[in-house]
């Protein structure tokens, strides 16, 4: 029989997730208090709930409308003849199943994605940076953000040890990014960002990450997710201008995740992507820096993770380079058709005159409005709490909060062999029933520890969780220290060592 | 700052080229989509340009994909993904009752009760038991664990992922993966990428396709010579060739793997796609448990299915699962735990694979068409291999074997010497050099014999047998007339 020896060591050595077995032991809770509830047990909670990673749809956000009406007159062609669903409606879909292979969304199509799929995503990103090119040639298709980010990731790995690619990676990262750069056989290089200034980029900070990365791994990338996830930062075109002047100075290619890119709500704050700072700087950058960016059908509006789409652009990349993309991602055959259309409808949606504009406009401007309010509310009320500080979001979907933990948890945390922001989160679960996101999902070290707040919820869940957490569990309680809180406002210290590096 | 700031933005070479990639890209090839597709295109193009071709359409007769050749969906189906993309469908009555219940089982299976939530990455539980009972049934009765099923963006993805976990070893030691020849390019491709050794073993054209023990005997002794043999991947019903294995043959096979320590991978995609009268399905599994404790206990296996074949053909869902079995506990906790990198297969996929195991029944309101609908594609796709084989085999320098099942035909042709020549003068494959003409002369597009491997100094090409019945033979005889032409050319 197979053994564990004969498994891949690069299978190995995929570091395991925390939030994995949090999100287990949820589970198991959860099923608990259903039988000792039908019991009749008393419980301190009737239910879990989970807000440490972003599913709308889970944390009871309806999809929205137009998307699911086009999708299911695509699935089921007979609805186009009926009067059941809008004009509009019933007409996107027939150019879209007119555009997919023999009329149905059954049918494999070209492996790079839907010719129609990808000219509407190009005209989307002219709209959207007021002007700057972009073509369909330049635009991959793919299962999903991580794949996509997988499929290119791959192209640059090679090296063993010291001569191992590495990418630079912020700290914190979304909890998924560490496996996939593991899976690839990417070293990951960090870098920090800078709490005491909204979990800004700091330039200094990436000098430093990167000469302290190129004693261990040969780095070719920078990673960088704008609006941040977990952070909540947006970056100004002076931040973006900064990271890709350093970006291309030290001939680092930038992969940026802008999938939260229709979340920005910080006030004076707008989203502006990587592409357009690029094209509106001199030639000498906006001609060679290489730039990849990605968006998936899991931004906060659409909420449509399952359906397993999302696409890349690839700026200034060597076109014998993309041919390559195109054979990758031929052994995915191709993605998911729903996906691909839902990817249409999420960048090219009802206008103001159409039919399903109202409820369209609707919907997306409720989702808007509850993250904003959501986003203050938490932030305010985390920040109050003893033993914790909290950072506003200026968008995407998480807060950040610093927790301050006594030495009584961080030995605790020491003898039973995990991370204490990991300890605290299952002592939360455990007496409070809330599952927050573990900081030390990636490589985040003493002395801060942080905690994952997913603010997409219906602000009924928001309030219940913050009462939960307005008492912390009492074994933490027994052991607080005196509070340390830092209000936002109040500069941190920065640069300090970080064993990782 | 550093070197490369120090020298200024001086440099305008890239980051990232083909000669600083990744080595290991450079070798993936899938002939499926390959040069003569992209040619293909280009043609399609022109055509709808207004550039005056001899033919006014292309035929892509080169992937598997049905609805793109017209084949209808099931409605069953897609009536509960309907209902599923858009639930206020279940208060119209023209949905029927069974549609409606497979439905909202399936939505009360998704977090908030839509299809566009993650879902867990093995997959949704209820769907995975489904499967599980759907297996069982299959097989007489013989226990599947659901926890040894996972669900997959078809098929592919998971053969991607167990080839994945299985590759290890440096030099000499280097994992070997037997697979067969010919064989579905997806295999070399992901063997390519993973820097794994390909050990090819030979179906014997003469016997119908048919695997013989001997071969893979040979081959395995040949590749211990440089690598470490530890996985044996054989596709049943046959890829390009359509052969069905018989039961005997899989005893053998299974027989073989024990003794020589091989982790089976059984690519099961086209278990409906059975048209020989003589022939039957046996799953892999089914005859493991069979043949007793011995073998049922010790050998590791992985069958995969997916619903992108079979009667319902809808590929573009990316539909799929394999059930694991003997696998050692911890490296299935490496499995688990590697599907989780990439979230979850997409839940459309899933929900359709659990209509495709868990049909309408006898006593169901959508029962009779659902069959009638079933049988009808099952029966046209039999009709049409007969017919291709009948066809091919009254042309003089094009031999072809009975295609037992799943969706192709791999003709063997004749080429003269003339021909071959002047492929080579061209750098192209004979078979492709032939496929091209064909293209360029007939508007058809097949792929070569080359892309899927072949005893040296043979040629083929793989055709699907899904265009409509009247396209299909109007195709056949296109063929027929360009064969003629091509080996009077040449002669």
């Known amino acids: 029989m197979s053994s564990l020896q004969q498994v891949n060591p690069t299978v190995r050595g995929i570091r395991a997730s925390a939030h994995t077995r949090l999100h287990r032991l949820a589970t198991h809770i959860a099923q608990d208090i259903t039988q000792d509830i039908t019991q009749g047990a008393l419980k301190p909670f009737k239910e879990v709930i989970d807000v440490s990673a972003g599913d709308p749809h889970t944390a009871g956000f309806k999809p929205v409308t137009f998307v699911r009406q086009v999708l299911a007159a695509c699935l089921l062609p007979r609805l186009l003849e009926e009067e059941t669903l809008p004009l509009d409606v019933r007409r996107r879909a027939q150019r879209l199943l007119e555009a997919c292979e023999g009329g149905s969304v059954g049918s494999y199509t070209a492996s790079s994605g839907m010719c129609h799929v990808r000219q509407s995503i190009a005209e989307f990103i002219v709209r959207r940076d007021v002007g700057v090119p972009s073509h369909a040639k330049d635009i991959f298709i793919s299962s999903g953000l991580q794949r996509a980010l997988m499929v290119f990731i791959k192209l640059l790995a090679g ?3 010291e001569t191992r690619v590495g990418v630079l990676t912020p700290v914190p990262c979304p909890h998924t990014l560490p496996a996939l750069l593991d899976e690839a056989r990417l070293a990951l290089a960090p870098y920090r960002l800078a709490e005491g200034r909204r979990w800004a980029v700091d330039v200094d900070e990436l000098h430093r990450a990167l000469k302290s990365a190129t004693e261990r791994c040969k780095p070719r990338a920078i990673y960088i997710s704008n609006p941040g996830n977990p952070t909540g930062h947006v970056q100004d075109r002076k931040s973006i201008e900064e990271v890709i002047r350093f970006a291309a100075a030290e001939r680092l290619l930038l992969l940026v995740d802008e999938v939260y890119q229709d979340s920005v709500y910080g006030p004076g704050r707008r989203f502006i992507s990587y592409k357009r700072v690029l094209f509106e700087m001199d030639g000498e950058y906006s001609d060679t820096v290489e730039l990849v960016s990605f968006h998936s059908l899991a931004s906060a509006h659409m909420g449509e993770g399952g359906l397993m789409a999302g696409y890349m652009e690839l700026v200034n990349i060597d076109p014998e380079v993309m041919h390559f993309v195109d054979t990758m991602l031929c052994t995915d055959i191709s993605t998911p058709v729903t996906g691909q259309l839902a990817l249409d409808l999420m960048v090219d949606p009802p206008r103001p005159g159409d039919l399903s504009f109202d409820t369209y406009s609707q919907e997306i401007l409720l989702t808007r409005a509850v ?101 912390p569990p009492s074994t933490v309680m027994a052991a607080l220290p005196a509070r340390e809180g830092r209000r936002h406002g109040e500069h941190f210290v920065t640069h300090q060592w970080c064993p990782l590096c | 700052m550093s070197q490369h700031a120090a020298n200024g933005l001086a440099s305008r070479a890239k980051v990232l080229t083909v000669d600083n990639m990744n080595p290991n890209v450079k070798r993936v090839e899938y002939a499926v989509r390959g040069a003569i597709v992209q040619r293909a295109l280009q043609i ?19 992937i598997g994909d049905a609805h793109a050749m017209g084949q209808k969906p099931i ?16 208060q119209d009555d023209k949905f029927p009752e069974d549609a409606k219940q497979r439905a909202q089982r399936i939505l009360e299976a998704c977090g908030g009760h839509s299809i566009g939530a993650y879902s867990s990455s093995q997959g949704i539980e209820c769907i995975r038991q489904d499967v599980a009972r759907y297996i069982e049934k299959r097989d007489g009765g013989i226990p599947s664990n659901p926890d040894n099923i996972y669900l997959a963006t078809g098929a592919s993805d998971a053969i991607v992922t167990m080839l994945k976990m299985l590759v290890c070893g440096e030099g000499r030691d280097r994992t070997g993966v037997m697979i067969s020849i010919p064989q579905y390019p997806l295999y070399s491709a992901a063997l390519a990428d993973l820097a794994a050794v ?31 043999p530890r996985v044996l991947c054989i596709i049943n019903p046959g890829n390009p060739t359509g052969q069905v294995q018989s039961r005997e043959c899989i005893e053998d096979v299974i027989r073989f793997a024990k003794e020589e320590r091989l982790f089976l991978m059984a690519d099961e995609v086209y278990q409906d796609n059975v048209y020989a009268e003589d022939c039957k399905f046996h799953s892999f599994k089914r005859v493991l448990f069979e043949m007793g404790p011995e073998y049922s206990t010790t050998v590791e296996m992985a069958s995969f299915h997916s619903t992108s074949k079979c009667y319902m053909g809808e590929c573009g869902f990316r539909g799929g699962y394999m059930e694991v079995i003997n696998m050692d506990p911890e490296v299935k906790a490496q499995l688990t735990k590697m599907v989780s990198v990439r979230l979850c297969p997409p839940v459309p996929g899933q929900a359709l694979l659990d209509l495709v195991v868990n049909p309408p029944q006898p006593d169901e309101p959508s029962y009779h068409q659902f069959m009638k609908e079933r049988t009808a594609v099952l029966a046209t796709l039999a009709e049409k291999a007969g017919l291709t084989e009948q066809i091919f085999n009254a042309v003089p320098g094009i031999t072809c074997n009975p295609v037992q099942g799943a969706m192709y035909t791999f003709p063997r042709i004749a080429l003269p010497q003339r021909a071959i020549d002047k492929a080579t003068e061209e750098g192209l494959a004979p078979d492709m050099f032939y496929c091209m003409r064909l293209l360029e002369e007939e508007g058809i597009c097949l792929v070569p014999g080359s892309g899927f491997g072949q005893r040296e100094g043979t040629f083929h090409f793989r055709m699907t047998i899904l265009p409509p019945t009247e396209k299909l033979k109007i195709v056949l005889q296109k063929i027929q007339d360009f064969h003629v032409r091509f080996a009077q050319e040449f002669s």
């Open chain 2, 75 to 90: 409605t069953f189906l897609r009536q509960v993904l309907a209902l599923c993309a858009y639930p206020e469908l279940l």
């Open chain 2, 198 to 228: 390909q050990i090819n073993y030979y179906l014997d054209e003469d016997k119908c396709w048919s695997l013989d023990t001997a071969e893979l005997r040979r081959a395995v002794n040949a590749a211990r010579q440089h690598c470490n």
């Open chain 1, 159 to 161: 090296g063993q040890e």
């Open chain 1, 371 to 471: 993250l904003s309010q959501n986003a203050q509310r938490a932030q305010e009320f985390l920040n109050d709490l003893p033993g914790m500080s909290c950072q506003p979001a200026m968008g995407g979907i998480y807060l950040y909060p610093r927790l301050h933990l006594s030495p009584h948890i961080i030995e605790k945390a020491k003898t039973l062999k995990v991370e204490p922001e990991d300890l605290y989160c299952q002592m939360l679960l455990e007496e409070k029933g809330v599952l927050l996101g573990a900081g030390c999902q990636y490589g985040e070290t003493a002395p801060s520890y942080h905690l994952r707040l997913c603010i997409l919820v219906l602000p009924d869940t928001l309030e219940e969780v913050l009462a939960r957490l307005a008492s």
């Open chain 2, 44 to 62: 399609e193009k022109e055509l709808k340009e207004g550039v005056k071709k001899p033919f006014n359409e292309v035929i892509k007769a080169n």
